[in-house]
């Protein structure tokens, strides 16, 4: 059974071990936080290729030792020749194949720019290191990585590129203790490491790239890659009992996340960790918070939404939590929205914390895997909807909507908390869950991850907006949910469906305590 790790000195917690060892190692050798997390998402592009690579976003929020939170995004636009008239005849831009690769990856840019504030000094050499030797020598296939190969290959080795030739280089799906041997990606990464991480986008390396996109047939060229830039929007932020809670700003769903948690907070009612009223007030905040997200959460260029003036006036969010029948459950017909990411975190010995979450969107992305570099392009652009006007509508240099949001928590006693979890629509509710098992009920932080957990709509490959929730929770809970109102749905033992949760806490003194989810292959790693 895990427990939660305590140490002093430095810590680092992803969904695979090899990623959180790296990202230890970094600390260990003098790095900071921030050049932990490099180490940790180099490592995971390699280790857990089915989940995130370079090819994807990322999303960063950064606690200092001084008290600030800022943050990065590593967000790409549409292509300049994604257009309406690029999809015509289609009713949705394809989730696989080439014209869902239509955005920018940003990832890169996203690590620069981190790593340009961070002040640190470890050379990139070093921080790229493991994930180098690992993609050179290869990485034993975990068993839900095979699982996940093997189901996604049918819709995948089809695909131009050299998905096949990388992930069935036998001709069949890899099986669980396989080798992954991914050469073409660590010359990549020995590229950044010779070229910089700019050449990303604007260098050799970037010519390599818009070349094999062109001859691949996606949209995004040369120029689009020049054309990309970081941002480093402010995180939102609203107060509750005791804390002060972070999330990354639009074009992410961490609006949501907040408003979530904001309105637990101003519940009467919240019972006893994991009792009705406690799952039934987080499911209901949720679907407020899904409300407003679904009806406004997108690229900010195209919003004149005031996100972090709704989180300052508590008036408003009094009047959404009063909406909160805290018997009955609201009817819930609403949509769901996609996607499977990482999210990692580190601290490191000077104070400085680090929530960040990156994705190539779908298992594996796009399905495009580019020959030249080994890089897997994300389909994140799939998620546009072909309209002229309205939510989420295609435009070139326009950002899709992002369910990516990395949450942290400054409490007032001093405490710093990272939180996170892989995801797509769980992801907001997974941080509740866990967040208020620990900040509200005082549940041990590897408890509040390890503990079964629920989900309002879609899981990995289902489309269903029922309730889910896994087997674990006292029994007359279930019966207590349905008779609410909710659609209750169980899914049997803890299952990867609830994303990879992890966290990290900083105590005032310093001490460090972490958790990793089992329904993922990480660890908390610290020295």
């Known amino acids: 059974m895990l427990t939660t790790v305590t140490s002093a000195n430095g810590m680092a917690t ?9 990202g230890r190692d970094v600390l260990r050798d003098g790095g900071n936080a921030v050049e932990a997390c490099v180490a ?47 999809y015509a005849g289609l009713d949705a831009v394809p989730t696989r194949g080439p014209l869902a690769a239509n955005t920018v990856a940003g990832t890169i840019s996203g690590w620069a720019a981190a790593l340009e504030s961070a002040g640190g000094t470890m050379p990139l050499e070093r921080l790229l290191r493991d994930a180098i030797a690992h993609a050179k020598a290869g990485v034993a296939v975990t068993a839900g990585g095979a699982a996940i190969a093997a189901a996604k290959g049918g819709e995948l080795r089809g695909q131009p590129g050299a998905w096949a030739a990388t992930f069935e280089p036998e001709g069949r799906p890899l099986v669980e203790g396989d080798m992954l041997r991914q050469p073409a990606l660590a010359q990549t990464l020995e590229r950044l490491v010779a070229e910089g991480l700019d050449s990303f986008y604007t260098g050799a390396l970037a010519a390599d790239i818009a070349a094999d996109l062109a001859a691949l047939s996606s949209p995004v060229s040369a120029a689009d890659l020049a054309a990309h830039a970081a941002t ?8 509750i009992a005791g804390a002060i809670l972070y999330n990354s700003a639009p074009p992410t769903q961490g609006f949501a996340s907040l408003l979530i948690l904001a309105l637990f907070d101003r519940l009467r009612d919240k019972g006893a960790a994991d009792s009705f009223a406690h799952v039934h007030s987080v499911v209901e905040a949720t679907k407020q918070g899904f409300l407003l ?10 919003h004149d939404y005031d996100y972090q003036g709704l989180l300052d006036d508590p008036a408003a969010l ?54 030249r570099t080994g890089i897997t392009w994300q389909n994140r652009g799939s998620s ?16 899709p909507f992002h369910t990516l949001n990395p949450a942290l928590a400054r409490f007032d006693d001093g405490r710093t908390m990272a939180y996170g979890t892989m995801g797509g629509e769980g992801q907001p509710q997974t941080q509740a869950a866990l967040f208020t098992r620990y900040a509200h009920y005082g549940v041990d932080l590897q408890q509040a991850i390890s503990r079964p957990r629920w989900l309002l ?26 008779a609410a109102g909710h659609d209750i749905e169980r899914i049997g033992p803890l299952t990867a469906t609830m994303g990879h949760a992890g966290a990290i806490v900083r105590h005032a003194d310093g001490r460090l305590d972490g958790a990793t989810d089992p329904r993922s292959d990480g660890e908390v790693a610290s020295w």
């Not at 992803?14 to 790296?22: E, K, N, Q, W, Y």
């Not at 997200?293 to 195209?302: C, E, I, K, M, T």
């Not at 509508?393 to 326009?398: H, K, M, S, T």
């Open 318 to 371: 009094d009047a959404l939590a009063a909406r909160i029948d805290p018997a009955r459950a609201l009817p819930w017909p609403q949509p769901t929205q996609w996607g499977d990411t990482c999210w990692f975190a580190a601290a490191d010995k000077d104070g400085r914390v680090v929530s960040c979450i990156q994705s190539t969107y779908f298992e594996f992305g796009s399905g495009i895997v580019l020959p």
């Open 40 to 86: 940790v998402a180099a490592t995971l592009a390699v280790v857990y290729p089915h989940m995130t690579g370079m090819g994807g976003d990322g999303f960063w929020v950064i606690a200092e030792p001084d008290g600030r939170v800022h943050g990065v995004h590593g967000c790409g636009g549409a292509a300049a020749s994604a257009d309406l008239s690029l």
């Open 14 to 22: 992803s969904p695979h071990f090899l990623a959180s060892r790296a």
């Open 384 to 399: 546009f909807r072909l309209a002229t006007t309205g939510w989420n509508a295609l435009r070139p240099g326009r950002k």
């Open 232 to 239: 480093r929007p402010a995180p939102l932020h609203v107060p």
């Open 293 to 302: 997200r679904d009806a406004h959460v997108g690229d900010p260029a195209y």
């Open 457 to 482: 709509g879609r899981t990995w490959g289902e489309q269903s907006l029922t309730l889910k929730l896994e087997d674990g929770f006292d029994e007359g809970i279930y019966a207590a949910l349905a």
